[in-house]
């Protein structure tokens, strides 16, 4: 069961964002879970599996914790090495891998970010834009646009 841990500059494969997108979606309704927001993890490995989907390992920003999903959505987490098991098993409760990845103490380290809490109808995000797919509030109107930043400065 070789894994393939990412390198700083190393580029996550896009499949595994959309893995993790359509995991956050799915259990986005259940709302017993705390929220599951891509932005919040790192790619950090990918482990190939005789037989198996490939497993993506993503660790959480603010805790540190990982959270190991496969090509199929389904959950896993590390046993370590010689536990009987070749390193994995299936989790069947979703609670218990996001509880695993640290989510809910992530959810009480959130209100120290800027970001501050995550969506108001659960304690989340506060957006600034009606715009789901930006970061950023759109500019004024009359806003100026930016001067281009010349090349070597």
Known sequence: MPAQ???LGDVAPAAAWTTL????AR??????????DPDDFLYAATVTRAGLEDLHVFRHVLTGAYL???DAGTLWRFVGRGSGVDGYVVVDDPAEALRRAGLERAERLALRTRRGPRRPDRGGWLTL????????PDPA??????????AGA
């Open 68 to 70: 190991d999903v496969d």
């Open 129 to 136: 834009t009606p715009d789901p797919g930006t970061d950023a």
């Open 141 to 150: 109107p009359d806003a100026p646009d930016p001067e281009p930043v010349p």
């Open 21 to 24: 997108d359509e995991l956050a």
């Open 5 to 7: 841990w990412m390198k």
């Open 27 to 36: 259990l986005g309704a259940d709302p017993g879970l705390p929220p599951v």
